[in-house]
Each structure stands twice: as C-alpha cells, then as structure tokens.
C-alpha cells in the first residue's frame, strides 16, 4: 500500500503561483513513478504531469506545459507541482498519483491516488 498526502493548495489570483507537494509512504519512494491530475466541477479528472521514478523523464498535458514544473526529491519522500502563471481555467482539485510502472505514459488505472487539495485562480 501507498499512501500520499498533498499540500500546498488555496486561492491565488490569475498570474499567480503556487507549489502543491504530495509526501508519500509506504514503498520505496524511488520504485514509484509519480503524477499529478486535477478534476474541475463537473469535469472528469484529467492528466496534468508526471514524472520518472529517478526524475529523469517529466510529461505534461498540453494545457499546463511551459507553466506547470514537476519535481521530485527521492530523499524527502515527495513530489511537487509548481504552477505559475495559473489561469481561472486551473482551478480544480488536485490529485497526487503513485505507481510502480515504469515507462512514463503509461495508464494510471491501479495507481494510488490521494485525497486531494484545492486550487482556485480568482480572475
């Protein structure tokens, strides 16, 4: 079992930053490929970036590249999201995924996910 705690969400206006973190527990943090998804009201949850197990590929939707940064830090146990120039259209909550596959695009369908944490981007 993998459990994953994210932080870090809360209300920024447009043009704003803000870095989410996910602390995960419970396997090798090294083993698990990493990735973050959010889920707008109404909306399915979608993909927003993910990275390798020793960070040496990251993968971004297309909505969030060149704003949105992935990082991980095998030592602490957790992965971020670093999100700048965010946009009203960002706002969801926000997932943290963890599994042990390891070619980057891969599906997600037996990750483990977090609870999740709220972004919202006032205008």
């Known amino acids: 079992q993998v459990q994953l705690v994210e932080s870090g969400g809360g209300l920024v206006q447009a043009g704003g930053s803000l870095r989410l973190s996910c602390a995960a527990s419970g396997r090798t943090f090294s083993s698990l490929r990493m990735g973050w998804f959010r889920q707008a009201p109404g909306k399915e949850r979608e993909f927003v970036a993910a990275i390798s197990r020793r960070a040496y590929s990251t993968y971004y939707a297309d909505s969030v590249k060149g704003r949105f940064t992935i990082s991980r830090d095998n030592a602490k146990n957790t992965v971020y999201l670093q999100m700048n120039s965010l946009k009203p259209e960002d706002t969801a909550v926000y997932y943290c995924?963890?599994?042990?596959?390891?070619?980057?695009?891969?599906?997600?369908?037996?990750?483990?996910w977090g609870q999740g944490t709220q972004v919202t981007v006032s205008s």
């Open positions: 995924a963890a599994d042990g596959r390891g070619v980057i695009t891969d599906s997600w369908s037996d990750a483990y």
